[in-house]
């Protein structure tokens, strides 16, 4: 004969009664059989760890051996929901992952533009400064002829009163005044072709101020040359201010349009430097002129001299139409416009004898480099505000895919009871602990 065992189990079936309704109870009966299955399939309500108690029931030290510590209370009931990410069938990770590389790219293009705004600025910062040097240089050898001239009337006014000491000591003043501007701007030209151009501008400024302490006044026909000069420093500041901005910006595109400041500033700079060669052509030409205006009036009947006052004078009409052209181009920025013209001027003033000096050839050809330089800073510029501009583009087309999140159902658990609900119905049953509670205590008395 079976033996059983008989336990309580009340089922609800509220679906089939009416409310006013009681609860029926049921006995079940579970055989041997059915008990083994229910021990093998479903864990023993007294496996669950419970503090101060081990596997066989019997009192044990807590786990918490000092019974205090922090303690937080947490809610009976949990409660969260189970999602879908729909943003995965409508290309919303592709677009995500386009925008990211369209950012990295326009970073990567505006650092790279910074760095060669960098690069414009110091170079357009040299050329500056090569430009003051060579002015400096010219205006101070008009400084020493003039001192030449003065010292030279001095020591005339001393011969003809030999017994004069006013006269012997502003002879004697003079003369040491000469002889210090003379060293001064013999070391200037020195370093003007050794390429020290800040140490040529700080020699070439000290033969001037000796001449000017001297109380001899001189006259520089450097008048283009000197605003040219003065634009072209003003110039490379900006350009220096720029890159410094473009440097220390963080979004792309400041970073672009200071770089393309900075390439703007330099290309000034170099044509203003273009400008001052071709006044010099201009000038070349002009004293070429008037030596020669000068032979023919001395023999006014001798047809080659008077022809080479003709050619002169219209290699003075083009290089003044050139150093025109040139300035005209410097003053809207464009720097190989500026170039082109002063080489022109160059080229007609050499018709008629003018052979340009190193240090002009030079000051030219450094505005040439930097005008190439300065046009990488604006290919890169622009690039970089292109890739910015994509980068936009990008990001609104993912900004297009809305998150969307599928909801698939919210599960509920209690964690005193371990009721596990998934949208309201039971994922786990409360009884089948119990069945294999009473299966267990069967099985171990051997019924």
Known sequence: MRKTIVFKA????????????????????ITKKDCRRAVSATPLANLAYKPGVGSRGRAVAPADLDGGGFKIELPEVFEFDITRDLNYFLGKPKADAEAAQAAANSAAKAQAAATSAETSAAAAESLSTQSDAYIAVEDAEAAVAAMQTERDALFTKFQEHPTSSRREAEYTAANTALTTAQASLASAQTSMTAGSYSSALTSASSAQSTVSAAEVTFTTSNTDGTAAAATASTAASSARSSADSADAAVKSAEKASYSDSASTSADTAAANAAVITAEQASLGAETIYAAAVAAYKADPDNTTKQAAVASASAAVT??????????????????????????????????????????????????????????????????????????????????????????????????????????????????????????????????
């Open 318 to 447: 083009s290089a003044n139409s050139y150093l025109s052209a040139a300035k005209t181009a410097a003053s809207s920025g464009d720097a190989s416009a500026a170039i082109s013209g002063a080489s022109s001027a160059v080229s007609a003033a050499a018709v008629v004898g003018y052979a340009e000096s190193n240090d002009a050839s030079t000051l030219r050809s450094t505005a040439s480099t930097l005008v190439t330089t300065s046009g990488s800073t604006a290919t890169a510029a622009s690039e970089a505000a292109s890739a910015d501009t994509a980068t936009t583009t990008t990001y609104k087309a993912s900004a297009k895919i809305s998150n969307m999140q599928y909801k698939v159902g919210t599960v509920r658990f209690n964690i005193k009871t371990g009721a596990l609900f998934f949208n309201g119905k039971p994922m786990n049953n409360a009884m089948s602990s119990e069945v294999a509670a009473k299966c267990a205590e069967l099985l171990n008395k051997g019924k």
């Open 10 to 29: 009340v089922i609800a079936v509220a679906a089939l009664l009416s409310p006013a309704a009681a609860l029926a109870q049921q006995q079940i009966n």
